[in-house]
């Protein structure tokens, strides 16, 4: 059983950073962001393909977001800068296997293992 558990969330004033941190239990997993604030879908935010060198961002976040990934660790991080209201969601790390540079494309249903999740709060 592939496990993901989050880690880094919490409540931040506007234009603030956070990082989140997404912990394995396996290898050789495309890994992505998603967000679903109250009342709405979860949404694409991220991900980046087992190798590391491609990454993708949902246009809300570019510029601002950056994922990156520690193999060795089975780690994926989220770094999330100049954080505005509209980002507050609970954030979800996702998984799914793939071959080393495969791109998964940015649905829900692309995603086979998910975390928990973790609030992220933007105050304005």
């Known amino acids: 059983q592939v496990q993901l558990v989050e880690s880094g969330g919490g409540l931040v004033q506007a234009g603030g950073s956070l990082r989140l941190s997404c912990a394995t239990s396996?290898?050789?997993?495309?890994m992505g962001w998603f967000r679903q604030a109250p009342g709405k879908e979860r949404e694409f935010v991220t991900a980046i393909i087992w190798s590391g060198g491609n990454t993708y961002y949902a246009d809300s976040v570019k510029g601002r977001f950056t994922i990156s990934r520690d193999n060795a660790k089975n780690t994926v991080y989220l770094q999330m800068n100049s954080l505005k209201a509209e980002d507050t969601a609970v954030y979800y790390c996702?998984?799914?296997?793939?071959?080393?540079?495969?791109?998964?494309?940015?649905?829900?249903?692309?995603?086979?293992?998910w975390g928990q999740g973790t609030q992220v709060t933007v105050s304005s």
């Open positions: 396996g290898r050789n997993f495309a």
């Open positions: 996702a998984a799914t296997l793939a071959a080393p540079s495969a791109y998964v494309p940015p649905s829900v249903r692309a995603y086979a293992y």
